[in-house]
Nanobody
Framework: QVHLVESGGGLVQPGGSLRLSCAAS????????MGWYRQAPGKQRELVAT???????VYGDSAQDRFTLSRDAAKNTVYLQMNRMSPEDTAVYYC?????????????WGQGTQVAVSS
């Protein structure tokens, strides 16, 4: 079992910044990849950024050059720093952890945190 708790969402003006946090608990040792996805109204959930247990980071197209994913391994927490935000970034942001136990793979999701970009 992996439990993910997100924080840091809210309302921000265009051009502003937000930082999201996701703290993991439970079977931390089974986490292989951790990161963020988002889902805007009427759209499919899309990748924002992920980090592997080895530290490799992948960014989705929407996050390139504006968002930065980081990790504090001691706190089992990942952070998403979002800069130069636009209304198109408005979505529910979900923390994700992908785990493997022997041959079994599983995705775990947080409850989601709302981010709204508006003047």
């Amino acid at each position: 079992q992996v439990h993910l708790v997100e924080s840091g969402g809210g309302l921000v003006q265009p051009g502003g910044s937000l930082r999201l946090s996701c703290a993991a608990s439970g079977s931390i040792h089974t986490i292989r990849v951790m990161g963020w996805y988002r889902q805007a109204p009427g759209k499919q959930r899309e990748l924002v950024a992920t980090i592997t247990e080895g530290g490799s980071i992948v960014y989705g197209d929407s996050a390139q050059d504006r968002f930065t994913l980081s990790r504090d391994a001691a706190k089992n927490t990942v952070y998403l720093q979002m800069n130069r935000m636009s209304p198109e970034d408005t979505a529910v942001y979900y923390c994700n952890a992908w785990t493997t136990v022997r041959d079994a793979e599983k995705d775990w999701w947080g409850q989601g945190t709302q981010v709204a970009v508006s003047s």
